[in-house]
């Protein structure tokens, strides 16, 4: 049967961020959308596919059945990270789940999350609580994506562990959140320089329209503020620094060169 399974925008945006060679691991994979397409590609030689639905898992498992893949992946019932040997997979997926509960998913054995290389991350709210605790745990932002779902702009974050003592030095790209972490990590996890940072003037895809509503969203708030009996000026005046801010990385340039 011929390969036809095409991506949604969100979707392949995740699958973008595995580079040709890596071991991939799917947590949450409902359909297995993500790892049947990447190996079906030849992009990574071996996708785990996990769930904490067995129903998930049986869907995943006819979504690789129907196109004769299987060669190369594994399926697995279970929660969290636990289902995987540490360093067993180079990209860790997680993607369409809330921040907090991505978060409480890493943290719950970090030494063992901090086997594998890279998270590819993708929360559906929360994106404040989630970039705190990478920020935290020394995890370098690499890499940031915006994209359109529905009338969504859902947010893909790529980092990579911290480096451990005796492990060879090797290239890694850049940090984004390089010369921010300190001052970030002092902020409430609620903060807007945590749930939209100052590097998403370095993010790819549709940024324009992603601060456009953000913008969007605080000035209802602010509006909504206003109208209430019992006013709160301190709380008005934070959100009308929050909007300045939202405009000033509107105004930025960087955003139409990516």
């Given at each position: 049967m011929e390969f036809r399974l095409k991506l949604s925008e969100r979707m392949q945006a995740i699958a973008d961020r595995v580079e040709p060679g890596e071991k991939v691991a799917d947590i949450g994979t409902d359909h297995g959308q993500i790892p049947v397409w990447l190996f079906s590609r030849g992009i990574t030689p071996k996708a785990i596919l996990s769930d904490i639905s067995a129903d998930s898992i049986r869907k995943a498992e006819m979504t690789a059945g129907a196109y004769q893949f299987g060669d190369g992946l594994s399926f697995r019932v279970g929660d969290g990270l636990k289902v995987l040997e540490p360093g067993e997979a180079d990209a860790v997926i997680i993607a369409g789940?809330?921040?907090?509960?991505?978060?409480?998913?890493?943290?719950?054995?970090?030494?063992?999350?901090?086997?594998?290389?890279?998270?590819?991350?993708?929360?559906?709210k929360g994106m404040g609580p989630l970039r705190k605790w990478l920020l935290e745990k020394g995890y370098s932002i690499i890499r940031e994506d915006v994209v359109l779902e529905g009338r969504f702009y859902p947010e893909i974050i790529t980092a990579t562990r911290p480096e451990h003592e005796g492990e060879p030095a090797a290239e890694r790209p850049g940090d984004l959140a390089e010369g921010y972490r300190e001052h970030l990590v002092g902020l409430n996890e609620q903060d807007i320089h945590l749930r939209v940072p100052p590097w998403m003037v370095n993010a790819s895809g549709r940024v324009r329209d992603y601060l456009n509503m953000?913008?969007?969203?605080?000035?209802?708030?602010?509006?909504?503020?206003?109208?209430?009996k019992d006013r709160d000026p301190e709380a008005e005046d934070k959100v009308l620094a929050d909007i300045a801010y939202l405009n000033g990385l509107k105004g930025d340039r960087r955003i139409d060169e990516i």
């Open positions: 789940m809330g921040g907090k509960l991505i978060r409480d998913i890493l943290d719950a054995d970090i030494a063992h999350t901090l086997t594998f290389r890279k998270l590819i991350l993708q929360p559906r953000r913008i969007w969203q605080e000035e209802t708030k602010l509006e909504s503020m206003r109208k209430a």
